[in-house]
């Protein structure tokens, strides 16, 4: 069985400082959820979801998920993220 890790990185472009930051990242039905860098995620299958709190004008905040890829998968696939605060 294979595993890769994905890497989302996220940047306040500001002005303005952001509260309450989310990130929510829907995996491909090709993969199945292994674990996650931030300990802040909930996971519903298919979904994760990540609260990073607040995130200053021009920082940025990496996310790695790990992920294997299910028996018999074969091809490209695409992984989706969205980011609100």
Not at 5 to 24: D, F
Not at 38 to 61: I, K, W
Request: aromatic fraction near 6%; glycine fraction near 10%; avoid cysteine.
């Amino acid at each position: 069985m294979f595993q890769f890790k994905l890497t989302l990185k996220i940047k306040n472009n500001g002005p303005s400082n952001a509260t309450g930051v989310t990130v929510i990242d829907d995996l491909p039905a090709e993969v199945t959820f292994v674990s996650a860098s931030r300990p802040n995620v909930s996971s519903t299958p298919g979904q994760l979801a990540f609260e990073l709190g607040d995130l200053a004008s021009g920082a940025t905040v990496d996310v790695t998920i790990n992920v294997k890829v299910n028996a018999g998968v074969t091809g490209t696939f695409v992984n989706h993220s969205e980011v609100s605060g």
